[in-house]
Nanobody, 124 residues
């Protein structure tokens, strides 16, 4: 069982930056592949970024590539998402997710555990 708690969301102007964190409970964080997803009002949840168990491999959605960076600190049981050059279309609730997957995956169904989400709002 893994419990995930996101933090770091908020209101930012276009072009600004935010850093999201996802704190995981338990002592097995390093055995889970991790992902970030987001859901905007009236839209389906979409993949943002994912990272392997060791942190050595990452994958990004085309819409955030070059602007967002996913990382993890296994010693602190924490996942991060650094978001730069934010755009109004990045406005959404952001969720972190954990799954027993050995590679970074964009597929939501491989993730068994999800956080409650944190709101990110980018004003124009």
């Amino acid at each position: 069982q893994v419990q995930l708690v996101e933090s770091g969301g908020g209101l930012v102007q276009a072009g600004g930056s935010l850093r999201l964190s996802c704190a995981a409970s338990g002592r097995t964080f390093s055995t889970y592949g991790m992902g970030w997803f987001r859901q905007a009002p009236g839209k389906e949840r979409e993949f943002v970024a994912a990272i392997s168990m060791s942190g050595g491999s990452t994958v990004y959605a085309d819409s955030v590539k070059g602007r967002f960076t996913v990382s993890r600190d296994n010693a602190k049981n924490t996942l991060y998402l650094q978001m730069n050059s934010l755009k109004p279309e990045d406005t959404a609730v952001y969720y972190c997710a954990a799954g027993r997957v050995g590679f970074p995956s964009a597929t939501s169904t491989v993730y068994s555990y999800w956080g409650q989400g944190t709101q990110v709002t980018v004003s124009s």
